[in-house]
């Protein structure tokens, strides 16, 4: 089975850009969740999407969104770059059935905001 | 954020010695993962624990889950130079809704594992 997939893998733009990051998550796995790695934070929650919809969110400002399609695979938008917002995006999928909350990593897009 | 409290932050140590990292968190949670991450890749699962108390073992690694759910340990028996990376524990706390479970993951600030030959 393929992994996660994740597109691009990098990434530089500047302050006040907007920026889409890609996820493609192992074929059968339904759940896709975001994450942000820092050297300061380390890695923090952004947000889960099941069947399409956000089932859970973490504290970052409202200019992080995100949305998943019908084949599963998920997108995940920040607007209004910020130097902080600099860091190495993660994209992780799970099955999401019976209880089992494994999550498999992609290789991160690495974002740099100038 | 929240984030699990990972000790230690860094170790360095001899190809052939044993190793030992914990997690302690002020919540409980009913999954716990370990990761480990290498330059330029995605944390790679190492372990997963489901129940209290259950001690698992995937090769040279063996991992716990504490029997108050706040803590978990994993540990490296006989270190070889490709154990280097930073190994990541992850807690989480399972959420049932909409016919489906889910929930997010926490993560302690990892342990950097250097391996000298």
């Known amino acids: 089975k393929a992994g996660v997939t994740q597109t691009p893998r990098y990434l530089i733009k500047t302050r006040g850009q907007q920026v889409t990051l890609s996820c493609s998550p192992i074929?059968?796995?339904?759940?896709v969740s975001w994450y942000q790695q820092t050297p300061g934070q380390g890695l923090q929650f952004l947000f889960e999407y099941f069947s399409e919809t956000q089932r859970n969110k973490g504290n970052f400002p409202g200019r992080f969104s995100g949305r998943q399609f019908s084949n599963s695979r998920s997108e995940m938008n920040v607007s209004t770059l910020e130097l902080g917002d600099s860091a190495l995006y993660l994209c992780a999928s799970r099955p999401a059935q019976g209880g089992f909350l494994e999550q498999f990593f992609g290789p991160g897009t690495r974002l740099t905001v100038l | 954020g929240q984030q699990l409290n990972q000790s230690p932050q860094s170790m360095f140590i001899q190809e052939g010695e044993d190793v030992s990292m914990n997690c302690t968190s002020s919540?409980?949670?009913?999954?716990w993962l370990w990761y480990k991450q290498e330059p330029g890749e995605g944390p790679v699962l190492l372990i997963a624990l489901y129940k209290a108390g259950e001690l698992t073992s995937n090769g040279r690694l063996t991992a716990q889950f504490g029997i108050t759910r706040k803590d978990s340990f994993l540990n490296i028996s006989a270190s070889i130079p490709s154990d280097v990376g930073i190994y990541f524990c992850?807690?989480?706390?399972?959420?049932?809704?909409?016919?489906?479970?889910?929930?997010?993951?926490?993560f302690g600030q990892g342990t950097i594992l250097t391996v000298h030959p």
């Open positions: 919540s409980i949670f009913n999954t």
């Open positions: 992850a807690g989480q706390l399972q959420l049932i809704g909409g016919g489906t479970s889910y929930g997010k993951l926490t």
């Open positions: 074929s059968g796995h339904r759940s």
